[in-house]
């Protein structure tokens, strides 16, 4: 059975005499496009106030003017008479505006639902089609929210509460990583934001995305979303464990210490279980993800669970749509795209862990550079602010903890710069150097 478009011509056509008398600019400013007009009459109509708009101003006569000379009005101005006269006075403008917006929101629903029943039965993968129709719902239910108008207005009042902010001392305008030194070069996580974070194996990308889930989900109970394609949920959740109660849990399974120590323990990690427990911290390990298959998973945490950070390890494991045949650079540039766009879509900071290339390893006294992601130039590209973990020097290291550094190749809203953090390799974490000074003495004495 073919169902009816929805419209509602009697609203089309009092819009349009609103804005053939002057509200036209009105009606753009709330976002009032060619779309929200049904019947190919009002169309063109709205076509034609546009381009009067181009010259100037919009009214009556210009109008009726401008319709004089197209040949599509020429022989048709009592319908452009009439239709104008739809609409008494502009002061109606804004009691037409409203069945415009609902009537074209419906029309896109029926279109999308007309698409999914035709690409449901033509599809022969069904997983893809679940992914792109659950992006397409997304950005339809995002509309209701986004395209009220007075969005540029909104936007500058973001800005000034930021600004406000700054200028009253608090300069970590997104969510803080927990790192001061972190936190001061790049103002914090930002929404919309992509954040690479690479390094060489070994060198605790994992341990320090963790450490900065922790923060925001245990300390602020803000929802975070984990999505771990290289260990599993067990792995993380006992390096969170050992991180958060100080406990060393490699030497505890290989019972290093006494008995009356491992039951202080015990008793640490008991209590560490419940606080971890109750944080709002969603892992998802995969080991078979694409990128469409990721940022549907993410779009159900944000939507169900409300996170606000999604992170994922690493960005190199993460899959594409095979079908379309191309070199591994074309598909880390598919996967670092798509994240991008989920930090957009979903307006949120999204951080990617990426590996290095080897070379970085023949030469250890240069800073990394961006030329070192692996496989892909388009990490650097899509990335907002890429960040480096990097050891300048072995020596400085002291009963399991070692200095390393922590390089900000790009930060597109601010400055590169690097600091010293002390990773604790011991209790799976990282922490502030100044806590460590005796790591960054040993370190001046090693040169």
């Keep these: ?86 609409a008494p006075t502009i002061t109606n403008y804004s009691y037409w505006l409203e069945p415009c917006r609902q009537k074209m929101r419906q029309r896109r629903y029926h279109s999308y639902a007309k698409e999914l029943l035709q690409s449901a039965s033509e599809t022969s993968d069904i997983d893809a089609l679940a992914d792109q129709a659950e992006s397409e719902l997304f950005e339809l239910r995002k509309f209701a929210e986004s395209d009220k108008g007075n969005n540029r207005l909104e936007s500058f009042q973001r800005n000034m509460d930021m600004l406000e902010a700054a200028h009253r001392g608090q300069t970590v305008t997104g969510l803080p990583t927990g790192f001061q030194d972190f936190d001061s070069l790049i103002g914090g996580l930002r929404n919309g934001a992509f954040y690479t974070l690479a390094a060489r194996p070994g060198m605790g990308k994992s341990t320090l995305a963790m450490n900065i889930a922790e923060q925001l989900a245990v300390i602020k109970k803000i929802p975070v979303g984990f999505f771990s394609l290289e260990m599993s949920e067990d792995e993380l959740n006992l390096r969170m464990l050992g991180s958060h109660s100080g406990v060393n849990t490699q030497r505890f399974v290989n019972r290093r210490d006494p008995e009356e120590k491992r039951l202080g323990q015990m008793e640490n990690m008991a209590q560490s279980v419940a606080k971890l427990n109750a944080a709002p911290i969603h892992i998802r390990p995969r080991t078979d993800i694409d990128i469409n298959q990721l940022r549907a998973e993410a779009r159900r ?122 990773f604790d390799r011991h209790h799976s974490r990282f922490e502030d150097w100044r806590e460590h000074k005796d790591l960054v003495e040993l370190a001046k004495q090693s040169g």
Excluded at 311 to 324: A, S
Excluded at 411 to 416: A, D, I, T
Aim: some cysteine; proline content about 3%.
């Design 301 to 422: 945490l944000v939507s169900s669970h409300g996170v606000k950070l999604v992170i994922v390890d690493y960005l190199q494991l993460v899959g594409v749509d095979r079908r379309h045949n191309g070199t591994r650079a074309e598909e880390v540039g598919e996967i670092s795209r798509g994240l991008k766009k989920m930090a957009l879509e979903l307006d949120i900071p999204v951080i990617a862990l990426a590996q290095l290339n080897r070379s970085i390893e023949s030469d250890n006294t240069r800073l990394p550079r961006l030329s070192d992601l692996r496989e892909s130039g388009s990490i650097e590209a899509d990335s907002d602010v890429v960040a480096f973990i990097y050891c300048k020097n072995q020596k400085a290291a002291k009963e399991g903890k070692l200095l390393n550094q922590i390089y900000v190749g790009k930060n597109r809203s601010g400055p590169q710069g690097k600091f010293n953090i002390c």
């Design 1 to 86: 059975m073919t169902s009816k478009v929805p419209c509602d011509l009697e609203a089309e056509k009092g819009l349009l005499g609103c804005c053939a008398m002057g509200a036209c600019d009105d009606a753009v400013a709330d976002g009032v496009t060619e779309e929200w007009f049904s019947d190919p009459a009002t169309k063109t109509a709205w076509r034609l106030i546009q381009e009067v708009a181009k010259e100037g101003e919009v009214n009556e006569e210009r109008v009726l003017l401008a319709a004089s000379r197209d040949p599509y009005w020429k022989t048709r101005a009592s319908e452009l008479n009439r239709l104008i006269d739809c």
